[in-house]
């Protein structure tokens, strides 16, 4: 590792999780240097165990958290965190965009959370699963995890923690979902701006994109980072030669 990152570390985390019967891997990630330990997104709810585990190769623990960047208010990015605050024992700064703010705050329902995509959800639960399991996996739909954001961020902003960690706006997949890139290992975390499917990379999901031509126009203002490493929360890394090149071809530029 080069001396000048000796003091930085970033890891992506492998969560799984069940969800409709099919498991499902995401990748938040974890920062740290001698004085914080930062997660970016939280998993679904129920993974608080699955957190501790996925820090405990890295000799850290849930108490040791200091800050939480939340890129967007999805259930699957928010769901753990009222556990891994409490857990944490103290106080942890709990960051976001400013148009997620109220949305992970419980003040506005969370934009996906429609009666038609409730009703969808139920459809796709198998008759296997138990009518226990199922009413507690709709209640969560109706009444997602919130937290209160105590410091939001914005783009261009540079945080000077863990090396410098640049914020992103990538709006699309939600109206105010960020990414991050850091600085000294010049790796963007992308949330769900893209994604990893077969060893390939992609813009964000089509069906879970409020607005598939912002998305596109974000995958192509990520093109001007200066980038090594890709993570995604849905596929893992990517890494190629040319990453600015393949961004901008996705973008259609």
Request: glycine content about 8%.
């Amino acid at each position: 590792m080069n001396p000048a990152t000796q003091n930085y570390r970033i890891h992506m985390l492998d969560i799984a999780a069940v969800v409709l019967g099919k498991e499902d891997i995401i990748h938040p990630v974890l920062i740290h240097d001698e004085g914080h330990a930062v997660l970016v997104d939280a998993g679904y709810p129920g993974q608080l165990g699955k957190f501790a585990e996925a820090l405990s190769p890295y000799g850290l623990r849930m108490q040791d958290v200091t800050q939480v960047i939340l890129t967007h208010q999805d259930i699957d990015h928010i769901g753990s965190l009222p556990a891994i605050l409490e857990e944490a024992g103290h106080d942890v700064e709990v960051m976001a965009s400013a148009e997620e703010k109220p949305f992970i705050e419980g003040e506005k329902m969370l934009l996906k959370i429609t009666p038609e995509a409730l009703a969808a959800a139920e459809a796709m639960i198998p008759p296997t699963v138990p009518d226990a399991w199922k009413q507690a996996f709709l209640s969560t739909l109706k009444n997602p995890p919130k937290s209160p954001v105590h410091r939001v961020i914005h783009d261009g902003q540079r945080l000077d923690i863990c090396g410098g960690i640049e914020v992103i706006a990538t709006p699309g997949h939600t109206p105010g979902h960020i990414s991050l890139y850091h600085v000294p290992t010049k790796t963007l975390i992308a949330a769900d701006a893209l994604r990893v499917v077969d060893g390939r990379l992609y813009g964000p999901d089509p069906d879970q994109t409020l607005d598939m031509g912002r998305a596109m126009e974000s995958v192509g203002k990520l093109a001007g980072c200066e980038i090594e490493t890709i993570i995604c929360y849905h596929g893992g890394m990517y890494k190629d030669e040319n990453l600015s090149r393949t961004l901008r071809e996705l973008a259609g530029l």
